[in-house]
């Protein structure tokens, strides 16, 4: 069974095979990597991350797959307070849309306040602290967590949350 996830990079294709080989042990799955834009903001906020999430999808449809997959992280305000969730959008060779998201992480109150005082977006106010306090540059929730909880597994959430959707045994609510 062949995916191809609308993006470069290497962090999301191994969060997908990661769910591919849980979810689907006894397949022969391949992911391939295709350049595709999400065209959204570089921080997606609110229905971008959906949005990125689906173009990444769209995006892939001319390629010869199974299954076309768009990951998208960006924020959301709940409640009084920005979190950071995950999208997933999974289509099938005939087009049919399947969605999933992550739960959120509470971005922290200390770069929120940055964002706020800086006058700065989010995706240039980690780069900033990434830089002053030497951190790696791909990893939002481990940094604001110290690695205590990492990205992948909102990507992982939001992933499994929609091929589950797909891959549910027959006998699922998914397929009544």
Do not use: C, G, Q
């Given at each position: 069974m062949k995916f191809i996830l609308g993006t470069q990079s290497q962090r999301k294709k191994k969060s997908v095979e990661k769910v591919l080989k849980q979810l689907l042990p006894d397949q022969n799955v391949e992911v391939i990597n295709f350049a595709a834009e999400s065209g959204v903001s570089e921080t997606p906020w609110e229905q971008e991350t959906f949005d990125g999430a689906r173009?990444?999808?769209k995006a892939c449809i001319n390629e010869d797959a199974d299954y076309y997959i768009g990951l998208e992280s960006g924020l959301v305000k709940r409640y009084g307070h920005v979190y950071e969730e995950a999208w997933a959008c999974i289509l099938n060779k005939d087009h049919k849309e399947y969605f999933g998201y992550s739960s959120g992480l509470k971005?922290?109150?200390?770069?929120?306040?940055?964002?706020?005082?800086?006058?700065?977006?989010?995706?240039?106010?980690?780069?900033?602290?990434e830089e002053e306090h030497n951190l790696p540059g791909d990893d939002t929730w481990g940094n604001y967590s110290s690695q205590m909880i990492v990205r992948d597994l909102s990507l992982e959430e939001a992933l499994r949350n929609a091929l589950v959707q797909i891959f549910a045994p027959k006998e699922s609510f998914y397929h009544k």
């Open positions: 173009n990444r999808a971005v922290p109150d200390y770069i929120t306040k940055k964002m706020e005082s800086l006058k700065l977006k989010h995706w240039e106010v980690m780069k900033f602290l």
